[in-house]
């Protein structure tokens, strides 16, 4: 019994299927982008943080101190969820307070440990 995987020229492509596809596939720069933010999900200090987030707004002194991290490096790990557009940030004082950006993020995590979960 041979059990090789057929190459394609050993079979029929189905054109239209692929056509089908073809038209709906999101352009290059959008499926960069969207690899992109999914690296960012790729660090479990930064899903740490956003867990924390999930349950409430927070300083970075908070954060800090329930992940027992350091400041500077709770901070850093802020920025890239800044840059990636999944916290938000706002001003009391000299105080600032970090929150998820929207219910996707909420959504998003939501749906991740509802699928390891399984």
Known sequence: MNDSV???????????IIAKVNEVL???????????LYKVFGDSTRIKILF???ESEMCVCDIAQLLNMSISA?????????QAQLVRFRRDGRTVFYSLADDHVRTILGQGMDHICE
């Open 6 to 16: 057929p190459s394609c020229e050993s079979i029929n492509a189905h054109d239209d």
């Open 26 to 36: 999101p352009d290059e720069e959008l499926l960069y982008d969207l690899a992109e």
């Open 52 to 54: 924390a987030l999930f």
């Open 74 to 82: 709770i901070s850093h790990q802020l920025r890239v969820l800044k």
